[in-house]
């Protein structure tokens, strides 16, 4: 099976995993629909999809914004829900409750409200694919609240995946990728992060957004699985610090 002749909404779509996702949705022949908060991103982006792809600037956090999208785009196929936060990193001895609080709400809850929010409009035989990340998996020391974070969306996959069958529900659970989400550190320092991360993964790099956009692709296009969080983390989980 595949997502060809579909149509893909993505949630924070307009860059990095989103976009790429996206990108390849359109090369497999689906047309996606892009959403991000910011126009010009928007813009931006479908400026480099074909004539398939559309979009709409909103922020998913805001319910009733996304209950009119919704409404407005009609029935659909596979929802993917690739937007990002950032807030909730930090030394647990440190970590402020409002932080922590910040990154739920931008990464948890913008999640669930995209999956109950799409759940009327999308096809009994259509998918959901939430994105987590391998800081729910992983034992580094300064991530337990990303990893709470993570974890409560990582926890909520296989039981939707019962709850709401023949609907699919699918996790991947990406590692370190290179993508504007780290443009937020100085240049240095992510580079030197991005190269202990290469020296210490199997896969000796950093990840690409392509490598998560085809792992995404294969969850949303096969009609058989369900209730899974499929790593895409260049072996990351059992790596040693390099
Ligand atoms: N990059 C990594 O190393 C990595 C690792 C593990 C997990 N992840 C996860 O992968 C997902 C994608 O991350 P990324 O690296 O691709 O980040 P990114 O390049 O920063 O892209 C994030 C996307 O989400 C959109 N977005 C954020 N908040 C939104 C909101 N409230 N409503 C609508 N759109 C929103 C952004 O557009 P606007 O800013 O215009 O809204 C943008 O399109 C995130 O969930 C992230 O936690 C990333």
Redesign the pocket.
Known sequence: MSVSGTRLVI?????????ATARAAQDAGARPV?????AA??RS?LDRLGPEASGE?????DRPALDGFFARIGSFEHLV??????AGAGPFRGLARADLQAGLD??FW??WHCAQAALPHLARTGSITL?????ARVGNPGTSGLAAI?GALAAMVLPLAHELGPVRVNAV??????????DRQPAEMKARFFEGVARTVPTRRV?R?ED?ADAILFLAGNGYVTGVILDVDGGLRGASPG
């Not at 829900?81 to 950032?86: H, K």
């Not at 659970?173 to 780290?182: A, E, K, L």
């Open positions: 949630i924070g779509g307009t860059s990095g995993i989103g976009l892009i959403v991000g908060r910011s991103g928007l982006a600037a909103l922020d998913a956090a829900v690739a937007a990002s936060g950032g931008a990464k913008v999640q994105v987590t990340a391998a800081s993570n659970s990406p590692g370190v990728i290179d993508t504007p989400w780290w990840g957004p998560v």
